[in-house]
C-alpha cells in the first residue's frame, strides 16, 4: 500500500477503474522563449518544451494525436477513459477562440473523461479560467502551473521569468473558477539546500493546490543547464540524496494533496546528467522503499499533524 495519495488511486475513486492521460503538443509557444519576457527560456527547459511524452506527436492536428494516443494506452493499458493532456509549452498562450477550438477537439471523445492544461501562472487570467470552468459540469479540469520553487532568488537564477506571488495569484484564481490545480515543482535546483527545498513543500501546504508533480533537476542537451552543468556549474542530485529529499518533501505536505508525479521522466538520449535519471521504476521503488524504512507517510510533518513540530 501506498504511503502517499498516488494519482491512479485518486482518479479510480473519481471513475471507478484505470484512467490514463494522453499528452498533447498544441504547437503552442511560451513568453519566456519568444521575447515577450526572454529569449533565453528556463534554463532546463529544451526544444521539447518539456513535454516530453508529446514531442513524437507535434505535427499533427489535435484529434489525431488524441486518437494516436487513445490506440496506444488501450493497447498497453486496457485503458478505457481518458484525459487530454495538453503538455508541450505554455497552453493557454494563445487566443481564446483558438484555445477553445484546440480543447474542444481534444474532448471530442466520449470516452474522454477529464481536461488537464499545463502553462505558466503569468498566461493564465480570468478569461482563461472562465473558459475551463465551462468544461467542468461534463469533464475533470485541471490546470497545471509551473511553480518549480517557493524563493524569487531561484526563480531568477534559473530566468522563470516571474515570482512565487504571481503564482500565489493564479493558485487563488483559479480556486475561485473551480478549476483544480497542479502545481510543479523541482527539486535540486541551483543554490537551494534541503531547508530551502522544504520551505517549497510548506508554503504549498498552504495553499488552495489539488495536486503536485515532483520534478528532478536532470540536465538535457542543448538548454541553457547543459552550458552550465558542462562549465562545472551545476551538479545534480545523487540518486540516494533525491529519494531521501522527496520522503521529506512529502512528509510536508497536505495528506490531502494527489501526488502526480515523484520524479522526472527523461529522453534517454538527450540525457546529461544524471545516469540514474534514466530507470524512473527503480527510483519509484525506492521511494516506496524509502518510506516504509522510516515508516512514515504524506503529511506525518505537516503543520495540521500531531508531529508537525517535528523539523
Known amino acids: 500500500m501506498k504511503r502517499y495519495r498516488d494519482y491512479n488511486t485518486y482518479l479510480r475513486e473519481i471513475f471507478g477503474e484505470r484512467v490514463q492521460k494522453i499528452s498533447l503538443d498544441a504547437g503552442l509557444g511560451c513568453p519566456n522563449r519568444d521575447g515577450t519576457i526572454s529569449t533565453e527560456g528556463c534554463i532546463f527547459c529544451d526544444r521539447r518544451g518539456s513535454g516530453t511524452g508529446a514531442w513524437l506527436n507535434h505535427h499533427l492536428p489535435i484529434k489525431e494525436q488524441m486518437r494516436r494516443g487513445r490506440s496506444y494506452l488501450q493497447r498497453r493499458y486496457h485503458a478505457r477513459k481518458f484525459i487530454a493532456y495538453f503538455q508541450s509549452f505554455t497552453n493557454t498562450y494563445a487566443p481564446l477562440s483558438h484555445l477553445k477550438a484546440m480543447y474542444d477537439a481534444a474532448l471530442d471523445f466520449e470516452d474522454v473523461v477529464g481536461l488537464s492544461v499545463a502553462t505558466r501562472p503569468d498566461c493564465v487570467d ?19 502551473l509551473g511553480l518549480q520553487s517557493a524563493h524569487d ?30 502545481a ?109 524504512r522510516r515508516d512514515t507517510w504524506q503529511g506525518r510533518r505537516y503543520r495540521g499533524s500531531p508531529v508537525a513540530g517535528i523539523p
Open 153 to 182: 532568488r531561484t526563480l531568477e537564477r534559473i530566468n522563470r521569468g516571474h515570482d512565487v506571488s504571481c503564482f500565489e495569484q493564479s493558485i487563488n484564481l483559479a480556486c475561485e473558477y473551480g478549476v483544480n490545480t497542479c
Open 184 to 292: 510543479h515543482i523541482i527539486l535540486g535546483l541551483p543554490g537551494e539546500n534541503r531547508v530551502m527545498m522544504l520551505e517549497t513543500a510548506r508554503y504549498l501546504s498552504t495553499l488552495p493546490v489539488r495536486a503536485v508533480k515532483i520534478h528532478l533537476l536532470y540536465v538535457v542537451k542543448h538548454t541553457p543547464l547543459a552550458d552550465l552543468y558542462e562549465k562545472g556549474g551545476v551538479r545534480p542530485l545523487g540518486q540516494a540524496q533525491y529519494v531521501d529529499l522527496v520522503v521529506d518533501f512529502l512528509e510536508r505536505l497536505s495528506p490531502d494533496m494527489v501526488i502526480q508525479r515523484l520524479t522526472g521522466d527523461p529522453v534517454a538520449s538527450e540525457l546529461l546528467a544524471p545516469v540514474w535519471a534514466k530507470d524512473k521504476s527503480k527510483n519509484l521503488r525506492l521511494i516506496q522503499e524509502a518510506l516504509e
Open 126 to 144: 480570468r478569461n482563461i479560467l472562465e473558459l475551463l470552468s465551462t468544461y467542468r459540469p461534463n469533464y475533470l479540469v485541471c490546470v497545471e
